[in-house]
């Protein structure tokens, strides 16, 4: 948190959609805070949260959009899928509606997106493997057929959670040095930070406050 | 720098929810729903009259529609805060915690309107003291004319 504003070279925009229930908000909350929030309350709306990673020695700012799954917030949310480099796409292994739903989900996610976002396919609470209502077969034949990329996680244990997220920005940066993706569309989900050399706002500026203050 | 109190909604989004809820109001029948979702897009509009206008439609839902009370209250305090009224998005945001304590979402939001009062409060104290400098100036030039006059 103390870095300051430019400590890194790409902002890559990420969504985190589902159907509700399925653990969206405690994966983010496991990736940026690497805690388990037990009693989840429904989301309202969006929530949002950052974290900076590094991909081949680039720092990456994360900047995540996570959606209520509720219906009721559905046409708005939609707004925020432009312009996403990465969406995540989550269901609840042990609930098979919200896996059933995920054509939806997929619908919305590739008209709403352009073609070089990322969909990343998460089977989230892996940790409950008793109560399994969907095999890892099945979904991973389904990623297979859609060209997603696919793990099953626990939010819980924190098992896969890092890795989807990561992986998920390590496919954007090859887009990015592939030529694939086009830095400069206004959708592309990604804005380049070139460094700035002699700009480190936060500890230059409060030299120069201390300077001023002397007198 | 995008975050929840300053992304900004699409033109065309605002657009479209006003129309369907400018289409109800005409017919005399506003859903709830629809209300919600042009408020929820005018108080992430940049414009301060539009989030007046969001803040307002929200307090009359809160009022009238008990089962989104939540939303409302969220969004109520994210509209005030945009608007920089701070103390009042803060209580907002505590009447919603003494609902539900503890709300990662809702703690998260108060948060975020801290930090944002803190560094408009630095930036208040910079001007501040930029201005005493530059009446120290005045007071300096004038100290410097009168004892010429004198000799």
């Known amino acids: 948190m103390s870095a300051g504003p430019y400590n890194y070279s790409y902002i890559f925009k ?16 496991q990736f940026t805070e690497k805690k388990f929030m037990a009693d989840c ?10 974290r900076i990673i590094e991909v081949s020695g680039q720092k990456i700012k994360l900047q995540i959009w996570d959606t209520a799954g509720q219906e009721r917030f559905r046409a708005v949310t939609r707004s925020y899928y432009r312009g996403a480099a990465g969406a995540l796409m989550v269901y609840d292994i042990t609930r098979r509606s919200t896996y059933n739903h995920l054509s939806s989900w997929l619908t919305d996610t590739r008209n709403l997106t352009n073609p070089s976002t990322v969909i990343f396919l998460i089977g ?30 626990s939010a819980k244990t924190g098992d896969n959670v890092e890795e989807a997220f990561l992986e998920t920005a390590k496919k954007i940066y090859q887009s990015i040095q592939d030529g694939r993706l086009d830095l400069n569309a ?12 002699g700009r480190n706002p936060l500890s230059n500026d409060q030299q120069a406050n201390k300077d001023n203050c002397a007198c | 720098m995008a975050d929840i109190l300053s992304e900004i909604v699409q033109p065309e989004d605002l657009k479209k929810f006003e129309k369907i809820y400018h289409e109800q109001l005409y017919k005399n029948d506003v859903t709830p729903k629809a209300q919600f979702e042009y408020a929820w897009c005018l108080v992430r509009s940049k414009y301060p009259a539009d989030i007046q206008k969001g803040i307002m439609l929200l307090e009359e839902l809160y009022k009238t529609h008990e089962e989104g009370q939540r939303d409302y209250l969220y969004y109520l305090a994210i509209g005030s805060a945009r608007l920089k009224e701070y103390s009042k998005a803060l209580n907002y945001v505590r009447s919603f915690l003494s609902i539900e304590p503890g709300n990662q979402q809702v703690v998260s939001l108060e948060q975020t309107i801290k930090k944002k009062m803190e560094k408009e409060g630095l930036v208040g104290m910079a001007m501040t003291g930029g201005i005493v400098l530059a009446v120290g100036a005045i007071v300096g030039v004038g100290m410097a004319i009168a004892s010429k006059a004198k000799s």
């Open chain 1, 124 to 153: 989230n609470k892996c940790d409950l493997e008793g109560q399994r209502d969907v095999t890892y077969e099945e979904a991973s034949k389904f990623a297979e057929e859609n060209g997603l990329m696919f793990v099953e996680a």
């Open chain 1, 41 to 50: 309350p429904h989301t309202i709306g969006v929530e949002f949260g950052t």
């Open chain 1, 14 to 29: 990420y969504i985190i959609i589902g159907d509700m229930g399925v653990g969206k908000s405690c994966l983010l909350h």
């Open chain 1, 186 to 197: 206004a959708e592309s989900g990604v804005q380049h930070k070139p460094s700035q050399p």
